[in-house]
């Protein structure tokens, strides 16, 4: 393989076709018993990248490192996503057919794994069906499939799956998961928990961002008011004069109103601000 191609950095998006041969070409690997765990990362991925290439039929930009960042969020992604399906499938629910569980997956880990700062919350689309449906009824890939998905109470086995290759190497887990018990209700409430948790946070911060905005009013005519109550009638017409002494006495009777400012004395001169 040319090392030209393998030092070019990746400058488009993949494509479904790359995708997918991604994702045979680690199926290959992965599963060639002569890959020992003795070997490199770096050895791995070169012969990722080859099988890669030669399921393609022909030679790309992409290198073994681009690779392995590629497959790493490919991993990611439909590791978490077959938590969903998984949880769904198990529990069998009465008169389901594949496709229904499929949406339902797709449904709660687009609610789910939506950003929680975004505003509005956003859906999570799940990007990477056409390489879960190579990966799904794999071996290899089932049996190290993330764990991070399964619910909490998951008995994890006591005797690790033997292995003629160490997956960690090629980016995927190596602890399997277990099926869990949960009822589809409970699973759906758990949901709504978490969605109910991020539509109160941000309305949380939405009340926040309110009572700053009116702080900074509240702020801004004060200093306007003490402006005017500052206002000199040293060389104003009498017209002027008395505008600005209309303006002064209703920001008078307003703080009076408000208990802000005391009645005064008749003798008194000046007006007794109370902050």
């Known amino acids: 393989m040319e090392i030209e191609n393998q030092r070019k950095t990746r400058k488009t998006n993949y494509s479904q076709v790359e995708d997918e041969a991604l994702v045979k070409a680690w199926l290959h690997i992965s599963g060639d018993a002569v890959v020992g765990r003795d070997q490199k990362s770096t050895k791995l991925w070169l012969r990722v990248l080859e099988s890669f290439h ?6 790309t930009e992409r290198n073994a490192q ?4 590629r497959w790493q969020a490919i991993s990611h992604d439909v590791s978490k996503f077959c938590g969903y399906y998984n949880k769904i499938g198990r529990l069998n629910p009465s008169g389901w057919n594949d496709q229904m569980i499929l949406d339902e997956a797709k449904q709660q880990y687009g609610e789910i794994e939506g950003p929680l700062q975004a505003k509005p919350m956003q859906f999570c689309k799940f990007k990477f069906e056409h390489c879960w449906k190579l990966l799904k009824d794999s071996p290899k890939w089932n049996d190290h499939v993330l764990v991070r998905n399964t619910s909490k109470g998951c008995k994890k086995p006591s005797n690790p799956p033997s292995q003629a290759i160490d997956l960690d190497d090629l980016g995927t887990p190596s602890t399997p998961s277990t099926p869990c018990s949960i009822p589809l209700d409970e699973f759906k409430s758990m949901d709504h928990e978490h969605n109910q948790e991020k539509l109160e946070a941000k309305k949380k911060s939405e009340e926040e961002k309110l009572e700053a905005k009116k702080r900074r ?24 004069a008395a505008y600005w002494k209309l303006q002064q006495s209703l920001i008078v009777e307003r703080y009076k109103a408000n208990g802000f400012l005391r009645d005064l004395d008749p003798y008194e001169k000046n007006y007794d601000f109370n902050f």
Do not use: D, F, H
């Not at 030669?54 to 030679?59: A, K, P, T, Y």
């Not at 681009?66 to 960042?69: A, T």
């Open 54 to 59: 030669q399921i393609l039929g022909r030679v």
């Open 66 to 69: 681009g690779l392995q960042n």
């Open 217 to 240: 009013a509240e702020q801004k005519t004060l200093r306007e008011e003490m402006k005017v109550m500052r206002q000199s009638m040293v060389g104003l017409t009498p017209e002027q």
